[in-house]
């Protein structure tokens, strides 16, 4: 997944476009680079992160009131300078950024022999087919025609040396265009262009603009009709966008959980009520999810079992295609996705809706492609989630699915009853004293080789949970289990001194202290985490009694945990090595 900004105004472009492109990072940070237009084209681009760059080359030097940016996360050639964007067609008069995948890129350049290509990339391809095309047409038509032979996903934005316009288009990657006073920011996501305007125009797939000062013109890429589209107004303002005064977003996003989680539960009750007039009229239910997202819909199931005693099958998005013969027009489907954006998830609903199932989604960004694909949504308003760990839109979203199993139960009050609860706890929980004290444990485990964890019941998502947060921000090697699953086998690698992180929850505390206590005659470190000390444990984090919100409390000091073990090891917890902020890749 890349980041992509522009801008078409009155001001210079290049220090704006810098600014966004430090906000897009966390979307990928291998190489950046900005193109401006002034009396021709002028380009800086380098490997690295955007300041580095800067302070290498200076990007926000460039001339000229037009231009494009780009940060890469590489799909397509190495982390190198050539392959980073903009890229430029043989001439040097056509200048594209692309954040997506040109599936027939191999077909394009075998037609496209006679272009001298100038990286290793899919994206440049784009800049010499519309090159190609503007033998014979202007530039609009011509950006056209060139993209209506791109298969695959695409966000762009597009200038030409003799034409004082901006193209940007998109087809199943994220862009938005922010609307300031005569001023345009088109751009991947919204956080780039927070500190100049809150007006944005969120952009459908195939929608295809002509930006110039005077405003945009929208068409559709497939008929070329022209198309109206609305601007609104988020809810989010800068300071939100920002770090504020914490070092790193994922601190600042883990403590926001105290508010939070309480917004994501303020749901306009006709849309629960409509939501659980499908989930009871459904025939079969699938849940699905990546990664974490993956991980609030295991959560989910137990839920729906243990309180509204519904089964839902549960499926990692990737492997959605092996259950689709499941599929009817009674199924409901629902997505879950912080970003909206994830391909796996995004390519799982557009199966569901072939197949004429409902599709309801639980998502954090207002817009995004996934909003667009469903039949109903669920907001989780947690905000800009910038960190690439996700943090608070988990709990958001285990808020959510404990609600809506309370909502099929017939019994929503109580539900909303345990998340109201749960505001004092999540800021003790994530008050300084035991930031101070999971630090601790932190320097006990920061030279470990592996680290396991285990639990039962509603803790065994949270055990895979936590061990994903542990080992994608510190790079130790973690591994979550069902509690009754190490011995069959795992069970041979625990030596002296092996943690095991142990999650402790009312209704399966005897089993799962039973698991910790044959790890620890093998010599393992049992961390208990739960509401009372046992003689088991080398160490305790207490977490307060909360019974079915149990996944929520207890992850939290691991999400601490695994933040203070990124900052011991030297680790950036905001962009972890190789990963990015939404997988727009299958
Ligand atoms: C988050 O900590 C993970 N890095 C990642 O697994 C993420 O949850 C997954 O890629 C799904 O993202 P989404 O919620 O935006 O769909």
Same mark, same amino acid.
């Given at each position: ?9 009155? +001001? *210079? ?112 391809? /784009? ?53 300031? @006073? ?34 945009? +013109? ?15 107004? %988020?809810?989010?303002?800068?300071? =939100? ?15 926001? *959980?105290?508010?939070?989680? =309480? ?19 459904? *025939? ?14 295991? &959560? ?32 409901? %489907?629902?997505?879950?996705? =912080? ?11 557009? &199966? ?5 199932? @409902? ?58 009853? =345990? ?28 030279? @470990? ?12 998502? &949270? ?7 542990? +080992?994608? %921000? ?12 190490? @011995? ?12 095991? /992180? ?16 044959? /790890? +620890? ?37 691991? *999400? ?27």
């Amino acid at each position: 997944m890349c980041g992509i900004i522009g801008y078409i105004g009155e +001001k *210079q472009a290049a220090p704006i476009i810098f600014s966004g492109l430090k906000k897009l990072e966390y979307r990928g940070y291998d190489s950046a680079g900005i193109a401006t237009l002034n009396n021709g084209i002028h380009i800086k681009k380098d490997v690295g992160k955007v300041k580095d760059i800067h302070s290498r080359i200076n990007l926000t030097d460039l001339p000229g009131f037009i231009g494009i940016g780009h940060t890469r996360w590489a799909t397509h050639g190495g982390v190198t300078k050539e392959n980073a964007h903009p890229h430029t067609d043989c001439s040097g008069e056509i200048v594209i950024v692309h954040n997506g995948i040109i599936e027939n890129f191999q077909e394009l350049k075998r037609e496209l022999k006679h272009h001298k290509l100038k990286s290793e990339t899919d994206s440049e391809i /784009i800049a010499h087919l519309i090159e190609e095309e503007m033998e014979n047409k202007g530039f609009v038509e011509a950006a056209k025609t060139a993209l209506k032979r791109v298969e695959g996903h695409f966000s762009l934005l597009i200038l030409n040396k003799n034409d004082k316009r901006m193209i940007a288009a998109r087809r199943g990657s994220p862009l938005v265009i922010g609307v300031g @006073k005569g001023e345009y920011f088109p751009a991947s996501d919204i956080p780039a262009f927070l500190d100049y305007t809150k007006d944005v125009i969120y952009l459908h797939d195939n929608d295809f603009v002509v930006l110039d000062k005077n405003g945009p +013109k929208f068409f559709n890429l497939k008929n070329g009709e022209n198309i109206e589209r609305v601007v609104s107004t %988020v809810d989010w303002d800068a300071e =939100q966008a920002k770090k504020g005064e914490f070092e790193h977003f994922m601190l600042k996003e883990i403590i926001e *959980q105290t508010e939070t989680i =309480q917004k994501a539960i303020n749901q306009k009750m006709e849309i629960v009520e409509e939501v659980v007039g499908d989930i009871k009229n459904a *025939q079969g239910i699938f849940f699905v999810g990546c990664g974490t997202a993956y991980h609030a819909c295991l &959560t989910g199931s137990y839920l729906f079992s243990k309180v509204a005693k519904k089964h839902v099958n549960v499926v990692s998005g990737s492997e959605f295609p092996h259950f689709e013969h499941f599929l009817t027009d009674k199924t409901l %489907v629902i997505a879950v996705s =912080q970003s909206g954006e994830t391909a796996d998830v995004l390519e799982a609903v557009k &199966t569901a809706r072939k197949r004429g199932s @409902k599709v309801l989604s639980i998502v954090n960004v207002m817009g995004s492609s996934l909003t667009r694909n469903s039949d109903k949504v669920l907001l989780t308003h947690s905000g800009p989630e910038i960190c690439v760990l996700s943090t608070k839109a988990y709990t958001a979203q285990l808020a959510l699915m404990l609600l809506l199993a309370y909502a099929t139960a017939g019994k929503i009050e109580d539900g909303r009853d =345990q998340l109201k609860n749960l505001y004092n706890m999540v800021y003790n929980l994530t008050a300084l004293s035991k930031r101070k004290k999971l630090k601790k444990l932190a320097e006990k485990l920061k030279d @470990k080789e592996h680290i396991f964890t285990i639990g039962r019941g509603l803790m065994y998502p &949270t055990a895979l949970e936590a061990a994903l947060k542990l +080992k994608e %921000v510190s790079y130790i090697h973690t591994e979550g289990f069902a509690g009754g699953d190490l @011995k069959h086998g795992t069970i041979a690698l625990i030596e002296k001194g092996t943690p095991c /992180i142990t999650f402790v929850s009312n209704g399966t505390e005897k089993e799962i202290l039973s698991n910790a206590m044959e /790890i +620890k005659s093998r010599g393992g470190y049992i961390i208990g985490v739960g509401p009372k000390n046992n003689d088991i444990f080398d160490y305790f984090i207490k977490v307060p009694k909360s019974s079915v919100a149990d996944p929520i409390t207890h992850i939290i000091p691991m *999400q601490i945990l695994a933040y203070q073990l990124a900052v011991l090891r030297g680790c950036d917890p905001d962009k972890p090595r190789n990963l990015a902020k939404s997988v727009t890749v299958k």
